[in-house]
C-alpha cells in the first residue's frame, strides 16, 4: 500500500511502490492531464511538481513521493493557483499551444520556474530558455512560450 498526497487530497493505493507516478495518477486515479511522452524523463511531457520542484513523473517511483505533495496540471490550472493562473492566461493570450501535448508539461516547468524566482523578479529570455530547457515541442512554439512566460512573470509581479 502506497499512500499519495495529489493535489491536496490523500490517496491510498495498492501498487508496486516502483510504479511511476505518471501511470499512478493515470492508471489509478484517473488523472489524465499528465502526458506520457518518451518515458525516460527526456521529453517533459510528463511533468509535475514534487514538494513544489518540477520533476518528470514517468521515471520517479510513487515510493519517492511518500510523505510529499504532489502537484499535477488539474490544481495548477483549475484557478486556485495564483501563479498557475497565470501561466495559464499567458498561454490562451500568446495562443501557444498547437497540437497541446506537450503543454500540461510545459506548464508545470514554466509554474515552477515563476515559482522558484524572487519576488518581483522579471526572468531575462535565456533565463526562460534554460528553465524550460527540459521540455520539447514538437511543434516548435518555444517563442510563444518564451513570451507566454514572460507575460506571466509580469503578471504575477
Sequence with gaps: MSTLQVNGREHTLNTDPSTPILWALRDNLGMT?????CGAALCGACTVHLNGQAIRSCVTPI????G???TTIEAVTGG???VG????????KHDVAQCGYCQSGQIM???AFLKSLPRGKQPTAAEIDSAMA???CRCGTYAR???AVADAARAIA
Design 33 to 37: 492531464g499528465t502526458k506520457f511522452g
Design 63 to 66: 515510493s519517492a513521493a511518500q
Design 68 to 70: 510529499a505533495k504532489i
Design 80 to 82: 486556485q493557483d495564483r
Design 85 to 92: 493562473a497565470a501561466v495559464h492566461a499567458a498561454w490562451v
Design 109 to 111: 516547468s514554466a509554474t
Design 134 to 136: 527540459g521540455n520539447i
Design 145 to 147: 512560450i518564451r513570451a
